[in-house]
């Protein structure tokens, strides 16, 4: 597998001689992407642990910063990079800003894996900095329903559970009642209604993995027949592609404006010279199937991050 890296061997050489540690906060160490970044610390000569981080507890108010690891009292690492599933988000990054406060590189920060968990303020600010997105509204309420639909380019319409919560979902409702009664689901669940425009002309579903705010990577999801979802998890199947300049740009300036040092930026291609739309930003994307695919050995670009904000922070 081949890494783009954006130093020469020089400064390679001078990175790899600071050996640090690290943890990786997730679950478990079986999972596949935990699995592939641990190796590939390894195979770098760093030390790496896995803590889960529900068993992760934090003692405020003393002089020090009070770790523990299940009974164990624990150091800050040298370097932290963050597995949090959005179930348990908002403990989890309670734990990672503890890390940073205390010295810790992270990657990413619990601001920009926050504001990647809520997509509508994420979607939010990338609109704001003027990258393309699809046309999207938010709201509490309905006041003007036919007003909404027009606003997102009439029928079909994507209802988005997206409301900062941990529960996601997407519906696509190709008539008023479909729509309605899906508004009304949401409404009752307590969400923030999020309609968005249908890309009808999407003519690719393309991920692009961004790492320390370059594009290394893209590939496309084609879902099953008959699926919306293009996910790997829902068995879509990904295909290389080839990370064109429209795709870099939207990509490395969707990481930028998260502030996110790893992610995933999935985009819609819509065709002519247009730009890609952006739609979702990942904090935690899944790392073998777009190695697989890619052939790009995404893991080391990671810890590589890390050993360049390592020696940024510490330079002796
Ligand atoms: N505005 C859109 N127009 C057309 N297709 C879209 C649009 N937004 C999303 N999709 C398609 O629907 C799929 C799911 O959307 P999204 O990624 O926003 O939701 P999610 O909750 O993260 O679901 P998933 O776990 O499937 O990614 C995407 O992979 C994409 O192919
Ligand atoms: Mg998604």
């Not at 370059?214 to 199947?237: E, F, H, M, Q």
Request: with cysteine; aromatic share 2%; charged share 25%.
């Amino acid at each position: 597998m081949s890494v783009r890296t954006h130093w020469n061997p020089l400064q390679e050489f001078a990175i790899r001689l600071c050996l640090m540690k690290i943890v990786l906060l997730s679950r478990s160490r079986s999972i596949p992407s935990t699995r592939r970044m641990v190796e590939a610390a390894k195979a770098r000569g760093h030390q790496v642990r896995v803590l889960n981080p529900l068993e992760v507890s934090v003692r405020l108010g003393r002089k020090k910063p009070g770790l523990v690891y299940r009974t164990k009292t624990i150091r800050v690492p040298d370097v932290v990079i963050p597995r949090i599933a959005s179930s348990i988000a908002s403990y989890g990054l309670a734990i990672v800003d503890h890390f940073q406060a205390h010295g810790a590189v992270v990657l990413n920060s619990a601001p920009a894996i926050g504001l990647s968990r809520n997509p509508a303020r994420c979607l939010q600010r990338l609109a704001s900095a003027g990258l393309e997105i699809p046309v999207t509204v938010i709201s509490r309420e309905v006041r003007d329903l036919q007003a909404m639909v027009d606003e997102v380019g009439g029928v079909p319409v994507l209802v988005k559970l997206m409301a900062g919560s941990e529960r996601r979902g997407v519906m696509l409702c190709e008539s008023r009642q479909s729509l309605e009664a899906a508004l009304e689901a949401v409404l009752g669940l307590g969400h923030n209604i999020v309609m968005q425009e249908y890309v009808r002309k999407a003519q690719r579903d393309v991920r692009v993995f961004v790492v320390g705010g370059i594009a290394l990577a893209a590939a496309s999801r084609v879902p099953r027949a008959g699926r919306l979802s293009r996910t790997l998890s829902r068995n879509a199947r990904i295909e290389p592609t080839e990370l064109t300049e429209p795709l870099r740009l939207a990509a490395e300036a969707a990481a930028k404006l998260t502030e996110l040092e790893v992610c995933a930026v999935d985009l819609l291609e819509v065709g002519g010279q247009k730009p890609p739309r952006v739609f979702e930003v990942n904090a935690s994307p899944s790392l073998p199937e777009m190695e697989a695919a890619t052939g790009v050995d995404l893991a080391t670009a990671i810890i590589q991050r890390a050993e360049v904000m390592y020696r940024v922070l510490h330079p002796a």
